[in-house]
């Protein structure tokens, strides 16, 4: 099982990005996948989750309205569109996998069963 995450970058406050993890040894369409967020200092903290039946997307508060997390199962590839960012937005991304995450758990990191090795996103001027 593998998770491949990139597009991360410096951008400045306002600006857009879009991450992009790629997923390989496990059936994409089973699983939830996920995009967690680390600043310095700071617990991993979620962002979206793609649910895996239909439109079941999910945000957290801080980001919502400015990111769209989507998946393109033909290409085993899940992304994460992210505008209008500032500087609070600075963190490693991680992307993360699961076939057990629930409604209640869909938030909490211990849930996921596989992660990438990150891409980090700096936001400044």
């Known amino acids: 099982v593998q998770l491949q995450a990139s597009g991360g970058g410096l951008v400045q406050p306002g600006g857009s990005l879009r991450l992009s993890c790629a997923a390989s040894?496990?059936?994409?369409?089973?699983?939830?996948l996920a995009w967690f967020r680390q600043a310095p200092g700071k617990e991993r903290e979620f962002v979206a989750v793609s649910r895996r039946s239909g439109d079941n997307y999910y945000y957290a508060d801080s980001v919502k309205g400015r990111f769209t997390i989507s998946r393109d199962t033909a290409k085993n590839t899940v992304y994460l569109q992210m505008n209008s960012l500032a500087p609070e937005d600075t963190a490693v991304y991680y992307c993360a996998a699961s076939r057990t995450v629930i409604s209640s758990t869909m938030a909490v990191p211990d849930a996921y069963h596989y992660w990438g090795q990150g891409t980090l996103v700096t936001v400044s001027s």
């Open positions: 040894g496990f059936t994409f369409s089973s699983y939830a």
